[in-house]
């Protein structure tokens, strides 16, 4: 129950995301769905495919919809949405975290071993992102330098940690969700930055 609830809010604030994401580029009503579809779907997809099995939002219609739902309340409220000058930053992070333990979890049930499955939570959180901000002509987030990967690692560990002594694992998903929520808060209150790829003087 809670694996499906973690899912469908994950996928409705990424298609929040994606489609605040193409108003910013100016782009118009199917371009924006596109966007938030590929945003709330995409890192998903590829995860699934990694593990071979059926993609997910292929069997569900239920899916789909609630893609199509977030990039439908991010068109309707836009206006309020932007003015939020945070408001990309929060429906991000929060799909971030959830998407990090969906995809954890979904590795955990294919019996993958723990590096795959945080690799798999970390693909679930990002890919989708990553489409966004290609089709958006940016450089996608994960390879800059903020801290956004990497709240989504220590919340992983956490969660993998967590289940190897023994937590409950509603319990552990939750607590683990609300690690990489604060931490990468954190990090934009305090400015915390990735160091970067310097060009080596000659």
């Known amino acids: ?24 580029k100016r782009l118009d009503y199917f371009g924006g769905m596109v966007i938030a ?9 590829v995860r699934d495919l990694l593990l071979n099995t059926e993609v997910r939002w292929m069997e569900s219609s239920v899916l789909i919809f609630t893609a199509l739902s977030g990039a439908l309340v991010g068109i ?9 000058r945070r408001t990309f930053f929060f429906f991000d992070t929060i799909g ?11 590795g955990i049930q294919f019996e993958q071993i723990p590096v795959t499955c ?14 966004r901000d290609v089709l958006c002509n940016e450089i996608p987030l994960i390879f800059r330098k903020e801290i956004y990967a990497t709240a989504g690692i220590v919340g992983g560990l956490c969660y993998l940690g967590f289940r ?10 939750i607590v683990c969700v609300f690690i990489i929520i604060l931490i990468r ?9 990735m160091p970067i790829l310097k060009k080596e003087d000659n």
Request: no cysteine; net charge positive.
């Open 96 to 106: 971030l975290g959830l998407f990090t333990i969906l995809g954890i979890q979904k």
């Open 1 to 24: 129950m809670l694996l499906s609830i973690f899912e469908h809010l994950g996928i409705f604030v990424f298609a929040i995301s994606g489609l605040l994401t193409a108003s910013e």
């Open 37 to 45: 579809f590929f945003t709330a779907l995409g890192g998903g997809t």
């Open 164 to 173: 190897m002594i023994g937590w409950h694992n509603s319990a552990s998903m």
């Open 185 to 193: 808060i954190l990090s934009v209150i305090y400015g915390w930055k």
């Open 76 to 84: 309707i409220f836009k206006q309020y949405l932007i003015k939020l």
């Open 118 to 131: 945080l690799f798999l939570g970390l693909i679930s959180a990002t890919f989708g992102g990553v489409i």
